[in-house]
């Protein structure tokens, strides 16, 4: 099933309509709806961290359920596709997204190399064949995982409404960045010292700031993308690329 086929002319302007008919008081109940369950979530992964290891069920499954179900209500044109679109999940405007997320990603991991990676004595992987084999495998865990299921969690879900309630995109962005610095601060099995803006003694603070950081730049791209989600993966996963690449190096080799 392609979760991000391509929309006709006729479908993305009943997706337009669509969105722009939708009552605000459903937005509301949306993500007041969202907002506690992602405090419950992170709430369970302090007690239980291993749900970190199910995101897809988490962060994608559960939410989309939830909420397509109570579309379904207030939609004019009820539509599997036209919903898949309002999580930003289509291919409208996708080359340029992609091409800027890339070359953007590929700066972000030059910077990190040679201010943090580079020193760091166990990082040879570039220097070794080894690159051929974990630079793929942590790249499709990232797009497939973590990558993803936040992007479709924090910009596909909580920036699309947020952004449509307030009409602001800025606001939009920074008060999800907010939700995912938090969200960041939480023990995951990627994260590793050194962390991507190693700058405080605090790792607690290294973390928020960090997530804050990251998220804002992410839902610049989303906004940036008109909203699709594909720009964000790609740039979250480029961002995370070498960070997870030492843990696999770390853990598996």
Same mark, same amino acid.
């Given at each position: 099933?392609?979760? @991000? #086929?391509?929309?006709?002319? @006729?479908?993305?302007? #009943?997706?337009?309509?669509?969105?722009?008919?939708?009552?605000?008081?459903?937005?509301?109940?949306?993500?007041?709806?969202?907002?506690?369950?992602?405090?419950?979530?992170?709430?369970?992964?302090? =007690?239980?961290?291993?749900?970190?290891?199910?995101?897809? /069920?988490?962060?994608?499954?559960?939410?989309?359920?939830?909420?397509?179900?109570?579309?379904?209500?207030?939609?004019? @044109?009820?539509?599997?596709?036209?919903?898949?679109?309002?999580?930003?999940?289509? #291919? !409208? !405007? =996708?080359?340029?997204?992609? /091409?800027?997320?890339?070359?953007?990603?590929?700066?972000?991991?030059?910077?990190? &190399?040679?201010?943090?990676?580079?020193?760091?004595?166990?990082? !040879?992987?570039?220097?070794?064949?080894?690159?051929?084999?974990?630079?793929?495998?942590?790249?499709?865990?990232?797009?497939?995982?973590?990558?993803?299921?936040?992007?479709?969690?924090?910009?596909?879900?909580?920036?699309? #409404?947020?952004?449509? /309630?307030?009409?602001?995109?800025?606001?939009?962005?920074?008060?999800?960045?907010?939700?995912?610095?938090?969200?960041? /601060?939480?023990?995951?099995?990627?994260?590793?010292?050194?962390?991507?803006?190693?700058?405080?003694?605090?790792?607690?603070?290294?973390?928020?700031?960090?997530?804050?950081?990251?998220?804002?730049?992410?839902?610049?791209?989303?906004?940036?993308?008109?909203? !699709?989600?594909?720009?964000?993966?790609?740039?979250?996963?480029?961002? &995370?690329?070498?960070?997870?690449?030492?843990?696999?190096?770390?853990?598996?080799?």
């Amino acid at each position: 099933m392609q979760l @991000t #086929r391509k929309l006709s002319l @006729t479908e993305y302007i #009943r997706y337009i309509i669509t969105v722009s008919n939708i009552k605000e008081n459903l937005l509301v109940k949306e993500i007041i709806l969202i907002l506690f369950y992602l405090l419950a979530f992170i709430i369970c992964l302090f =007690i239980f961290p291993d749900l970190e290891y199910v995101q897809w /069920i988490t962060l994608v499954i559960v939410p989309f359920t939830l909420l397509f179900f109570l579309q379904r209500k207030n939609l004019l @044109t009820p539509s599997f596709k036209l919903s898949l679109a309002l999580f930003g999940l289509k #291919r !409208n !405007n =996708i080359s340029n997204g992609i /091409i800027g997320s890339m070359l953007l990603g590929l700066v972000i991991c030059i910077i990190q &190399y040679v201010f943090i990676f580079r020193n760091i004595v166990t990082f !040879n992987i570039l220097e070794s064949l080894q690159v051929f084999l974990i630079l793929p495998i942590a790249f499709l865990l990232l797009i497939f995982l973590g990558a993803f299921t936040e992007e479709f969690f924090f910009r596909g879900i909580i920036q699309t #409404r947020i952004v449509r /309630i307030i009409r602001s995109k800025t606001i939009g962005v920074v008060f999800t960045a907010l939700l995912y610095a938090v969200f960041r /601060i939480v023990p995951h099995p990627f994260t590793l010292e050194p962390s991507i803006l190693p700058f405080f003694d605090s790792q607690i603070l290294s973390s928020f700031l960090e997530g804050l950081t990251i998220g804002i730049l992410l839902g610049h791209v989303y906004v940036k993308s008109d909203e !699709n989600l594909i720009s964000a993966v790609l740039l979250n996963a480029f961002i &995370y690329l070498l960070p997870t690449m030492l843990f696999i190096q770390s853990n598996w080799f």
